[in-house]
């Protein structure tokens, strides 16, 4: 067994939970990023393509309760990603009977509350399965899979062999789509050399490397405006190397963006040299703050996240809170300075 393994089932037992249900729900946390949706769509086509080669029908929903980021419309297969309300009303007999759908699968999300909505489609599931990278996993499913690497997208290779089908070329753009967005385009410490064998074995069933990476991480002229408003408008804490920036709805509707517009800008901002910590708040519409932390050796921000009841990674982790930004930063000084 790994030695990163944890939780209650094996990738091998996964893939006979799947080939024993006839109705499959796919869903990711909201606020979805590429290793969340590259993840969903591998993993559809791979069951896809299992029952293709052994002639089973089987009815495969990926469900998101958020907007998408606008990249993704620059891929094709975008459109089978459901909007949750949509799916209520397309399957509003199942929750109005109580009729179960056999499995309820989640990739790449930490715990249930990240589900939204979707949670209650889990409530209609015979069982549930949670597949994931994240060290700050709650293990929220009746069958949990964490694994410690890069992303799950990477975590995802494995379940080929075992369901013993090709690497098409489509499975391959997915999975890299979520290897590249955890790794920060392979900048981050989390890539190791078992990433680089899985890339190269994507590379050869025919994914476009190139194509996936201009993407992801194409800079839009409002991005370009709102990153010099936010280098122009950060904080730095000299003493801890800690840079932050909070932007406001009133700040987002001056400059004409939207949330898909600051993807990033936590890693941004610890590019600034010198720095060892930085922290990217953004106001929701509902009012609740959302922050994004990330590190470089001496912080474990994982466990600063996990203070307002987020987390995720050692050195990239999230949450999501009803407290003001000074609070924020008040609680973030308490724990810097221990």
Same mark, same amino acid.
């Given at each position: 067994? +790994?030695?990163?393994?944890?939780?209650? %089932?094996?990738?091998k037992e996964?893939?006979?939970?799947v080939k024993l249900?006839?109705?499959? !729900?796919?869903?990711?946390?909201?606020?979805p990023d590429?290793?969340?949706l590259g /993840?969903?769509?591998?993993?559809y086509?791979?069951i896809d393509e299992?029952?293709?080669?052994n +002639?089973m029908e089987k $009815?495969?929903k990926i469900?998101?309760?958020d907007?998408?980021p *606008?990249?993704m419309r620059?891929f094709?297969?975008?459109g089978l990603?459901?909007?949750y #309300?949509k799916?209520c009303?397309k399957f509003?007999k199942?929750f109005? +009977?109580?009729? &179960?759908?056999?499995?309820?699968i @989640?990739?790449d999300?930490a715990n249930?509350?990240?589900?939204?909505?979707?949670?209650e489609i &889990?409530?209609?599931?015979?069982k549930s399965?949670n597949i994931?990278h994240?060290? /700050?996993?709650?293990e929220h499913?009746d069958?949990n899979?964490?694994?410690?690497?890069?992303?799950t997208?990477?975590?995802?290779?494995?379940?080929?062999k075992?369901?013993?089908i090709?690497?098409?070329k489509?499975?391959a753009?997915? $999975?890299?789509?979520g290897i590249?967005n955890?790794t920060?385009?392979?900048?981050h410490? +989390?890539?190791t050399s078992h990433?680089?064998l899985?890339c190269? &074995?994507?590379?050869?069933?025919?994914?476009n490397?190139?194509?996936?990476?201009? !993407?992801i991480f194409a800079?839009?002229e409002k991005?370009?405006?709102?990153i010099?408003?936010?280098?122009?408008n950060k904080?730095v804490?000299?003493k801890?190397k800690?840079?932050?920036?909070y932007?406001?709805q009133?700040?987002?509707k001056?400059l004409?963006i939207?949330?898909?517009?600051?993807?990033?800008?936590s890693?941004?901002?610890l *590019? %600034? #040299?010198?720095?060892e910590i @930085?922290?990217f708040?953004r106001?929701?519409?509902d009012?609740?703050?959302?922050?994004?932390?990330?590190?470089?050796d001496?912080?474990n921000?994982?466990?600063?996240?996990?203070i307002?009841g987020?987390?995720?990674?050692?050195k990239?982790?999230g949450?999501?809170t009803?407290?003001?930004?000074e609070e %924020?930063?008040?609680?973030t000084y308490e724990e810097?300075?221990?």
């Open positions: 067994m +790994n030695k990163n393994y944890r939780g209650n %089932i094996l990738p996964i893939v006979n939970e249900s006839k109705s499959i !729900i796919l869903t990711a946390h909201i606020n590429g290793d969340a /993840s969903l769509l591998a993993f086509f791979m299992y029952c293709k080669k +002639n $009815m495969i469900v998101v309760d907007k998408l *606008k990249y620059h094709e297969d975008t990603i459901w909007d #309300e799916f009303e509003k199942n109005q +009977n109580n009729e &179960k759908f056999d499995l309820f @989640s990739l999300c249930q509350e990240r589900y939204e909505r979707a949670a &889990k409530k209609l599931s015979k399965i994931d994240h060290v /700050s996993n709650t499913a069958f899979y964490v694994e410690d690497i890069c992303s997208g990477e975590l995802l290779y494995q379940f080929l075992i369901f013993d090709e690497l098409t489509k499975i753009e997915y $999975m890299y789509l590249i955890d920060g385009n392979f900048r410490d +989390n890539v990433t680089f899985v190269s &074995k994507l590379i050869e069933a025919g994914m490397n190139h194509k996936i990476a201009n !993407i800079v839009s991005q370009v405006d709102f010099g408003e936010v280098y122009k904080k804490d000299e801890y800690f840079v932050s920036y932007l406001t009133e700040k987002m001056e004409g939207e949330k898909d517009d600051t993807n990033s800008t890693e941004m901002l *590019k %600034i #040299e010198g720095m @930085s922290l708040v106001e929701q519409e009012g609740l703050l959302k922050g994004s932390f990330r590190a470089n001496k912080y921000v994982n466990k600063i996240a996990s307002f987020g987390g995720g990674h050692i990239a982790a949450f999501k009803d407290l003001s930004f %924020i930063l008040e609680k810097l300075g221990k």
